[in-house]
C-alpha cells in the first residue's frame, strides 16, 4: 500500500516521501476505504507543516477528504463491505487505502463522480453551516464571498444562488472572475484592479452585503468591514492570507453586526447529527442539480507534490484531486 507521509514538519517539498506500507487494519467501529480520489485543501499545507490546529503525530499521511469503496470493517462498524462513501478525517487521505471511524463516513452522494464526492465535505459542508446555519442567509439577501474562484468560494456562491440571496464574489483575475460568474455569482469584482469596498456599496445601492463570506482574513476581514450592512453578519472561515486580522468592537457596535466563526471539523466533535442533517441537505441539492464541485484537475498520486505546489501558489482554481 503507498502512502505520502511527512516524517517531520515543514514545506511539502522537503518532508513527504512515498512509502511502501503493509495493508491497514479495520479499526473497531471503523472501516478501511480504497481511495479512489482524494482531494486537496489548503489546511493541507499547514498540516504538513506543523501548523494546523490539530497537530498530526509524525510520521503521517496528509490529506482530509477522500472518497472510495470500503474493503475491511472492523467490529462494531455499521458499514459493509463495497459501500461507496466520502471520508473525512484530520489526516491519512493521500494514500492507495485510508482508515476511518464510521463517524467520519458519510454516503457518496449519487451522482458525483470520484473526484467530485472526494471534493463535496470540506468546501460545502463548511458553506451550507456557515450560510444557512450560522448566518442565517435569506431569500432577498446580499451575500458577499472572497477568494470566489477557490474551492470554498465557489462552494459558498453555489449555495448563495441555492439559498435565493444575490452573490457578488471578489477573485484577483480577470479569468478567475468568469469563474465566479460560471459558479453563479450575479456580480464579480476583481480586487487588484480598483476599490472593491466603493464597488459592494455601489451594487447595493450604497447598503452593503448582508453576509460576507471571509476565507481570507488580514486586510481583506479589515476592508470588509466598511461594506457590511446594518445587522450584518461577517463568517470567519479561514485565513489563506496568512493573517489573522484583530477585530476593532466599535465596528461591530455601531452597525449591530455580528462576526462569526465556523470551524466545521468541530461539528464531528460536538454536534455530529449535525454533520448529518447538513450532508442530507447537501445530497438533496446535488441531486436538484443546484451544486456541484467544480474541479480544475485530477492527477496520479505520485504527483501530490505538483498538486500541492499548485495549490500554494494559487494557480488553481475550485479543486485539485489526487487518484491513486
Known sequence: MRAWRAHSY????????????????????????????????????????????????LPFTPGIEAAGTVVRTGAGSTFSVGDQVIVSAPWGAFAEETAAADRQLLRWPTGLSAAEAASFV????TGYLALAHRAALRAGETLLVHGGAGGVGIAAIQLGKAL??????????????EICRAAGADHVIN?????WVAAVKQLTGGKGADVIYDP???????????????????LVIGFASGKIPELKLNRVLLKNISVVGLFWGAYQMHDPAKVVACHDALCALVAAGKIRPVIWKELPLAELPTALAALESRQSHGKIAIIP
Do not use: M
Request: hydrophobic fraction near 45%.
Open 122 to 125: 470540506v468546501t460545502y459542508h
Open 164 to 177: 435565493g440571496a444575490t452573490v457578488i464574489a471578489t477573485a484577483g483575475a480577470d479569468d478567475k472572475l
Open 10 to 57: 515543514g514545506s511539502y517539498k522537503d518532508v513527504l516521501q512515498l512509502d511502501d506500507l503493509p495493508a491497514l487494519t479495520a479499526p473497531a467501529g471503523g472501516a478501511v476505504v480504497k481511495v479512489e480520489a482524494a482531494a486537496l485543501n489548503f489546511p493541507d499545507l499547514l498540516s504538513i507543516a506543523g501548523q494546523y490546529q490539530v497537530k498530526a503525530p
Open 216 to 234: 481570507v482574513g488580514g486586510d481583506v476581514f479589515d476592508q470588509s468591514l466598511k461594506c457590511i450592512a446594518w445587522e450584518g453578519r461577517i
Open 191 to 195: 480586487y487588484r484592479s480598483g476599490d
